[in-house]
Each structure stands twice: as structure tokens, then as C-alpha cells.
């Protein structure tokens, strides 16, 4: 039986690469073994991770990922700074 390899990206709060060896593979899922000899079987990708045929495709999915972050980030800080100038802006209706 040959050995394959994927790439697992885990992108939580630090993301990190590692290479995972699998058992089969279907066109959304991986199996591989785990510490117990069982076969498991995981989503290709999901919101936090992804697995990938090379670490450099890895690599540029944490790319694009962060840079999602990041933009969704700048859309959140200009709405935010809208609002705070808007409380900023608030007067009494009562202050004479």
C-alpha cells in the first residue's frame, strides 16, 4: 500500500501546518489513523481547517484566510468609528 500525505491547515487563534499521513480519501473527506489504530474520518474542509495536497497550497489558504480576517476586521473598525462618533456627537434634548 502506498502512503499518502496531506497537509492539514488548523486555523484557529495561531495556525499551524502539519503533515498528516491518511489511509483513503474521497473528494470531500479524509481517513486517517488515530492514536488508538482507529480509522477517522474528517471533513476536507471546514471553517477552521483544511487539508491540502502540498504545504505550500496550505500555506497560501492561511494566506487568503488571514487576509479575509483582516479585511473583515477594517470593515468592522470604520463601522465601529462611525458609531462612536455618532455618541460623540449626542447632546442632551433637556440641556438647556
Given at each position: 500500500?502506498?502512503?499518502?500525505?496531506?497537509?492539514?491547515?488548523?486555523?484557529?487563534?495561531?495556525?499551524?501546518?502539519?503533515?498528516?499521513?491518511?489511509?483513503?480519501?474521497?473528494?470531500?473527506?479524509?481517513?486517517?489513523?488515530?492514536?488508538?489504530?482507529?480509522?477517522?474520518?474528517?471533513?476536507?474542509?471546514?471553517?477552521?481547517?483544511?487539508?491540502?495536497?502540498?504545504w505550500?497550497?496550505?500555506r497560501?489558504?492561511?494566506?487568503?484566510?488571514?487576509?479575509?480576517?483582516?479585511?473583515?476586521?477594517?470593515?468592522?473598525?470604520?463601522?465601529?468609528?462611525?458609531?462612536?462618533?455618532?455618541?460623540?456627537?449626542?447632546?442632551?434634548?433637556?440641556?438647556?
Amino acid at each position: 500500500m502506498n502512503t499518502k500525505y496531506k497537509y492539514l491547515l488548523e486555523f484557529y487563534h495561531r495556525p499551524t501546518i502539519h503533515k498528516v499521513e491518511i489511509s483513503r480519501e474521497t473528494t470531500v473527506s479524509v481517513m486517517y489513523m488515530d492514536e488508538d489504530g482507529k480509522e477517522r474520518k474528517a471533513s476536507k474542509t471546514s471553517r477552521h481547517h483544511s487539508y491540502h495536497d502540498t504545504w505550500d497550497e496550505a500555506r497560501d489558504r492561511a494566506l487568503v484566510m488571514a487576509d479575509e480576517r483582516v479585511a473583515h476586521a477594517r470593515r468592522t473598525l470604520e463601522v465601529e468609528t462611525g458609531r462612536l462618533g455618532n455618541i460623540k456627537g449626542m447632546k442632551n434634548p433637556e440641556a438647556a
